[in-house]
């Protein structure tokens, strides 16, 4: 691939919500320039972006692609991103990369949770974006209708530049709005004729649609305006310097359609992409500048900087890290300093992708994207930049992972390469989190969603060869009493030689909420040697590790000592320390013990319109609501205390009950007392397990 100015680069990421097409763009954007020689298909696992097995099988993506090419003398950049909302730490890196966003909608069922999600998204890094209305050819298809949709859900800013010819089975090309001229696909033939006629019976929707686009593009220039007002003529020149300058400034979103699957409409996109979508040249990026921690603007021209925005780990071939070059320009075979860790990394060569397949590049302009093999120290989201002029970028911050799952090695010994084939596949998704449970000692994985964990643990099995079980992380449940009780707890033992004696009275009682466990001793007269003391408070501290009647620990009891005998052969510490463990177990059996459960605090947010179903819902799993808000436009936010153990598939049935539009998060408060009936269930499981 020759090399190419910053200008001349063009970084576009493709999103939108999942089966929308996106993939099938790119794979057609990869055809039409001549990238690959044959159309392939999401659904056959044949396309470029797709490569790995587990896209392949399921015909969707699961991670962003890289898919580089060249049309009219410029470079296209393209990232292909799923549209499956586990995977949204995927679209916010390739956002990162990128300096516009194509958002793909279809036009059979328009606007969906995943094109809000990503408009929000690109709306966050202030990215240019435009929309492209994907499926003209499928049945139900109704560019008009989701148009009026895209515009009363994103404003008046999105404006039509395309118009389909035809419609469902009878789609055959576009109509440029500012050449006011006509693409139609040949008959049976991959190419498209361009004519100047417009078809009479689209007059009357083409002067609709350009009386739009000309009103969008009057609002950014106030020359134009003041041409539009009175009527004079604008040429299409004067449309087009317009429409750059609104997309560029985040004010006008420009509307295209095709079908991607038809390859309809394609050159009039990639046409397009080149001519209007902003070039790396026009980008200022901030960071900070880590000597005086002020903030810090860099442009094309300025002094070198990079950013990794996406790290894969092979087993074969390593680690592969994609650089965004904001700044200045790479050379091969060079020394580079990370900013963000303070260390020097070796950087050999580079190489673009197109899919899976490298291409070595000899230099990196500012502006490009490349990827870097093998970096020993570098993350994702790590910077380089010069010693000498030192900026860090931000990196984005995913969405808290809060579908969990303890997961285990399904062999015995291959816990250690389990855990860091899981560690790498971390590094790669910033949408997962491993944690280690200090309450329940288990290791729990912590994802989007079903969907990625179970790719995940395909992932694991095919890279690394270890094989994992996922299992419902255990609940640190407590265990605790109500009343003040007395117990005796008698350990005696004689089989030949020494034999085993140690005796106690012990008082429980219960300790303020959250104030621990406590132990003292009020014995009097030796009844208990002064030595043995602690053995029976270490019986204590041990069996309440442990639980008594469920298994789990316990918390807030004070222990006194009151009383007990003992003989001068056979008396042990170990004797003492059994005969604690059976007068705790007798005490508790009097104490009226209680299992306690971790209540957190639940908040959700999600459209009005189904407060209703959330709070049904909530009520179901024993929450109790605590208030409700509106939050922004037509959204609302409920507060509610719940169990913790009713939550642990609660990310798929907010998304299931909100088609993916509601989010949630949950922070433990306190433990509260489990009701009697479902306490019976807890405790005869666990025995049952254990």
């Not at 089966?19 to 055809?31: L, P, R």
């Amino acid at each position: 691939m020759p090399d190419v100015a910053s200008k001349d680069i063009r970084n576009v990421a493709i999103v939108g919500h999942g089966k929308s097409g996106k993939t099938s763009i790119a794979e057609a954007c990869m055809f039409n320039t001549g990238a690959v020689s044959r159309l392939g298909k999401s659904e056959e696992g044949t396309t470029v972006s797709d490569f790995s097995p587990e896209e392949a099988k399921r015909g969707l993506s699961v991670e962003m692609s890289l898919l580089s090419t060249t049309w009219k003398n410029c470079k296209l950049n393209i990232l292909d991103t799923p549209g499956y909302p586990d995977f949204s730490a995927e679209v916010k890196s390739a956002l990162m990369a990128a300096d516009s966003a194509l958002i793909v909608v279809s036009a059979s069922s328009g606007i969906k949770s995943g094109t809000e999600k990503v408009w929000n998204y690109a709306n966050e890094m202030d990215l240019p974006r435009a929309f492209f209305i994907n499926k003209i050819d499928r049945e139900h298809g109704d560019f008009k209708n989701v148009l009026d949709e895209l515009r009363l859900r994103f404003g008046k800013g999105v404006v039509p530049v395309q118009l389909p010819v035809g419609n469902a089975d009878a789609f055959q090309g576009v109509v440029d709005l500012l050449a006011m001229t006509v693409r139609l696909k040949e008959r049976d033939k991959e190419s498209c004729i361009a004519i100047d006629e417009i078809p009479e019976y689209m007059e009357d929707a083409v002067r609709e649609a350009r009386e739009l686009l000309l009103e969008g593009a009057a609002e950014i220039n106030n020359e134009l305006l003041e041409k539009y007002i009175e009527g004079e003529h604008i040429e299409e020149r004067e449309v087009a310097e317009a429409v750059i300058e609104g997309i560029v400034k985040g004010k006008l979103f420009p509307v295209l359609c095709g079908s991607a699957i038809k390859n309809v409409g394609m050159h009039a996109l990639l046409n397009d992409l080149v001519e209007y979508m902003p070039s790396p040249a026009t980008r200022k990026v901030i960071g900070r500048d880590i000597r005086s921690d002020d903030i810090v603007e860099r442009g094309v021209e300025d002094a070198f900087s990079a950013q990794v925005f996406k790290t894969v780990i092979d087993p074969f071939i390593g680690r592969q890290s994609f650089l965004r070059i904001f700044s200045g320009e790479m050379k091969p075979e060079s020394t580079y300093y990370n900013a963000t860790k303070g260390i020097e990394e070796r950087i050999g060569g580079f190489f673009t992708l197109r899919g899976k397949e490298q291409t070595a590049a000899k230099k990196g302009a500012a502006g490009d994207i490349l990827v870097v093999s093998k970096l020993q120290d570098t993350q994702t989201g790590d910077t380089f930049a010069p010693k000498d002029a030192p900026i860090v970028y931000d990196m984005f911050s995913p969405m808290e992972p809060m579908y969990r799952r303890a997961v285990f090695a399904a062999k015995k010994g291959d816990e250690e390469k389990v855990f860091a084939a899981l560690s790498k596949e971390a590094e790669e998704d910033l949408g997962i989190a491993i944690k280690k449970e200090q309450e329940t000692q288990e290791t729990v994985i912590c994802t989007q969603g079903e969907l990625q964990l179970e790719i995940l643990k395909e992932r694991v099995l095919r890279k690394f060869s270890a094989e994992i079980i996922l299992k419902e992380p255990r609940v640190a449940y407590r265990e605790t009493i109500k009343k003040k009780v007395k117990a005796e707890g008698k350990h005696k033992k004689q089989s030949g030689g020494h034999g085993q004696y140690g005796h106690v009275f012990l008082e429980l009682s219960p300790n303020p909420a959250g104030s621990g466990n406590s132990f003292e001793e009020t014995i009097f007269g030796g009844s208990v040697p002064r030595q043995f003391i602690p053995a029976v408070e270490k019986g204590v501290q041990e069996v309440f590790a442990e639980g008594i009647f469920a298994g789990y620990p316990v918390v807030d009891v004070h222990v006194n000592l009151v009383d007990g005998s003992y003989h001068n052969v056979d008396s042990s510490e170990a004797a003492f320390k059994a005969a604690a463990a059976i007068a705790l177990k007798r005490a508790f059996a009097e104490a009226d013990a209680v299992l306690l459960e971790p209540i957190g605090e639940l908040i959700v947010r999600a459209p009005e319109y189904y407060m209703g179903d959330i709070l049904g819902q909530l009520n179901a799993k024993r929450a109790k609501i605590l208030g409700m808000e509106a939050v922004g436009k037509d959204m609302s936010e409920v507060r509610a205390e719940a169990p913790i153990a009713a939550l642990s598939s609660y990310a798929t049935e907010l998304r299931s009950l909100t088609q993916g539009r509601g989010i949630y998060s949950l922070q433990f408060i306190r433990y509260e007392e489990v009701p009697e009936k479902i306490k019976d269930k807890i405790v005869a499981e666990s025995q049952k397990e254990n």
